[in-house]
């Protein structure tokens, strides 16, 4: 009787250390270091951001130096290139046209391994299995917003253009010129086009 009582009471003393919160189970209490911004442990509490575009009905990831398609199930990733590979793949060997990052690469064919990429002056529209460029083309500078369609090969872009006149209105004395005075010798365009 006594080692059943024993033992019942080790049982009942090991289950309520089991359940029992501990300082391991316990929830992190963050630290003003942790907090703080610039803070020794600062870029371990940042949140991770991730860039995705779909191609077809995948999930690509878009990341600085690489794409990867995401596994739905298990969410890993399996990568498609690098930006190293598409610069030598697309001959970009001059500082002003490589690509810099992968974040604005988007797919815009469902059936066909392409990416659109876009260095500082150019659309590039790459084939990654095959790797070939297929089109180039210059963008319009002072594009605001720009949008291709895959479809017909158009582009459309919508521009803001300052202009000053050319001849501005001139104040006589010391005085500087007003502010209203300078604005209306600015005029204003806004531009649309199809390429």
């Not at 359940?19 to 803070?39: I, R």
């Not at 000053?164 to 104040?171: L, Y």
């Amino acid at each position: 009787m006594k080692i059943k009582s024993l033992i019942s009471t080790a049982g009942i003393a090991c289950f309520a250390a089991l359940v029992s919160p501990t300082t391991a189970m316990a929830q992190k209490s963050f630290t003003l270091e942790d907090l703080n911004y610039g803070g020794t442990n600062f870029q371990k509490m940042r949140p991770e951001y991730r860039y995705t575009q779909w191609w077809g009905n995948q999930l690509v990831r878009t990341d600085m130096d690489y794409c990867s398609v995401v596994n739905p199930k298990t969410g890993k990733e399996t990568r498609l290139f690098s930006m190293d590979d598409v610069n030598s793949w697309a001959g970009l060997k001059a500082s002003e046209e490589k690509i810099r990052h992968l974040y604005s690469a988007t797919f815009p064919y469902t059936d066909k391994p392409l990416v659109m990429l876009m260095n500082g002056e150019e659309n590039i529209l790459l084939n990654f299995r095959t790797r070939q460029i297929l089109k180039r083309w210059n963008r319009v500078q002072n594009t605001q917003a720009m949008d291709w369609n895959s479809t017909t090969g158009a582009t459309a872009t919508y521009s803001i253009v300052i202009s000053m006149s050319p001849t501005p209105k001139v104040r006589l004395g010391s005085s500087p010129p007003t502010v209203r005075e300078l604005l209306s010798t600015v005029r204003w365009f806004t531009a649309m086009s199809l390429a």
